[in-house]
């Protein structure tokens, strides 16, 4: 198991930029998946994007792809969403997420794959 804290969340105008950290704690990374997901009031939780340790493989949903962009930095241990042009229709709580499998990518959006939480950071966006 591994503590991952997310931070960066905030409100911000259509159209805004906001970028999310999620730090882990220590530990090799190497082989691990990590990604992120977002859950809007009163719907299911759904992947946003995942990158996996081993190649630097970056898998988006259809929904951000363009405009998102995962990322991570492997000294300091922390998975990063640069998220831009953001809509209305991404506001949620985005949650962090790993697992110590390099994960195909089949697989690699699917929220049963990944047993390692964050608590979540609040993204609105809103004018």
């Known amino acids: 198991q591994v503590q991952l804290v997310e931070s960066g969340g905030g409100l911000v105008q259509p159209g805004g930029s906001l970028r999310l950290s999620c730090a882990a704690s220590?530990?090799?990374?190497?082989?691990?998946?990590m990604a992120w997901f977002r859950q809007a009031p009163g719907k299911e939780r759904q992947f946003v994007a995942a990158?996996?340790?081993?190649?630097?493989?970056?898998v988006y949903a259809d929904s951000v792809k363009g405009r998102f962009t995962i990322s991570r930095d492997s000294a300091k241990i922390t998975l990063y969403l640069q998220m831009n042009g953001l809509k209305v229709e991404d506001t949620a709580v985005y949650y962090c997420a790993a697992t110590s499998r390099g994960l195909i990518l089949s697989s690699i959006g699917q929220m049963r794959e990944y047993d390692n939480w964050g608590q979540g950071t609040q993204v609105t966006v809103s004018s």
């Open positions: 990158i996996r340790m081993s190649d630097n493989k970056a």
């Open positions: 220590g530990r090799s990374f190497g082989r691990w998946t």
